[in-house]
């Protein structure tokens, strides 16, 4: 199981890079120590794989578009494939651990087109009215669920077969969760996903282009879109404007300048797009709730030690 501090994304994306040891096999058990990140959330993003997890200690609040759930120790839930969501530690009384398996869907579909893809993992994976699912210790039926993903992180890789054991064991998983999900297939799509594939559109933009000016109208120009279909996009999606989210990101660019680099205080706000040294100092403290050299001080040092 890898010890996760951090997570990195894909170069000018907020696609998760999953850190598989083989493409062969897209499987990825982690224990995740959230108090070790340099911040107590992780930014929205997104990834094409299954996201199933335990949560050990501490408390752990999950956004997605649709749905904010707040998940205590002894819990669990799924994140769909390709649904953009962020976290948000809720407890420093005690430590923040959560469990991970990430999985391509296609470990257990098989063959792309195969009986099981077709049957039992695109009916959920393409619906966008399942965003997050919350299991809780409470229902009898999800505390068995529950036990079920916290087992299979008993599993040694060293054992002979692992890779059957652990598909074996997601397998399970999967149907059980499949049969849960029964209720809401039958629901009509919210139909969303263009709208989705529009904002991860222009999220990336921003990631492309954070140190120029942008406009709105370019931003939204960029996946043909109007000025106001973009804020509307952005608000139903990530509850924010489409400013608001390009602040926010420059800050943590910034935010990683500083804790790795040398760079000047002032061309790191140069590079993050904040040409006003002052506007840069203001902005970062009202985020962060110190100053630049603050924040670069007390993750260097944190690094050294």
Known sequence: MKIIHSLEFQTGSKEENLPYDTPAFPYLASRAELDSYREPFVPWHWHNAIELFYMESGKLKYYTPHQNLVFPAGTAGMVNANVLHKTQIQTHTEDNIQ??????????A????????RKYISPVITASQIELIALSPDDPAQA???????DAFSLSEKELGYEFKIREALSRIWLELFQMCAPLLKEKSQAKNISSDKVKGMMVYIHEHYAEKISIR?????VFLSERECYRVFQNHLHMTPADYIRSYRIQIACQMLAESQVPVTEVGIACGME??????????EATGCTPRQYRHKWQDKNIN
Do not use: C
């Open 99 to 108: 469990l991970l398996h990430i999985f391509d869907p296609q470990l257990l």
């Open 110 to 117: 098989g063959t792309h087109g195969s009986l099981i893809e």
């Open 144 to 150: 068995a669920v529950i036990a079920l993903i916290r």
């Open 218 to 222: 370019e931003l939204a120009s960029a």
């Open 276 to 285: 006003n040294s002052s506007y840069f100092g203001k902005v970062f403290r």
